[in-house]
């Protein structure tokens, strides 16, 4: 193999490396795109959530509560879970890593899939509770329940 050719595979496998980035979460396309564990279109950003596998797959998930059975039923093993986000209620732009949120479980409060849970950063869960009542939960409690039945 001449040199140039040899080059030129050199650098399409750099580039071929270089575009396979660390899996990461994606922007949902709202009104169009279905939860992965209700299958209802998912419409309201701040109760959102996605979990993205090692190898890039990523699920979406209308509400909180969605996400959280999905993980407990187990049809993505653990080991093939890269990381779980979800949209802070308050800024629903925002995603925050599932494990590191604060769970916020208020029974008046309208969920898509009536959990009645609203996923916050840390420093807001207990303003928040101090404002719409409820009882703060955490990850590991919300995945050993999956919709808090």
Partial sequence: MSVAPRLFAIGAAVGLAASCGAPAARPIAYGKEACRHCHMTIADARFAAELVTVKGKVYVFDDVGCLAAFVESGKVPATEIHSMWVNDFLHSDTRLEA???????????????????VALRPADATKMQGVLGGDLVAWDHLEDRGHGD
């Fill in 99 to 117: 494990r590191d949120a604060a769970y916020l479980r208020v029974d008046s409060l309208q969920t898509p899939m009536g959990s009645h849970l």
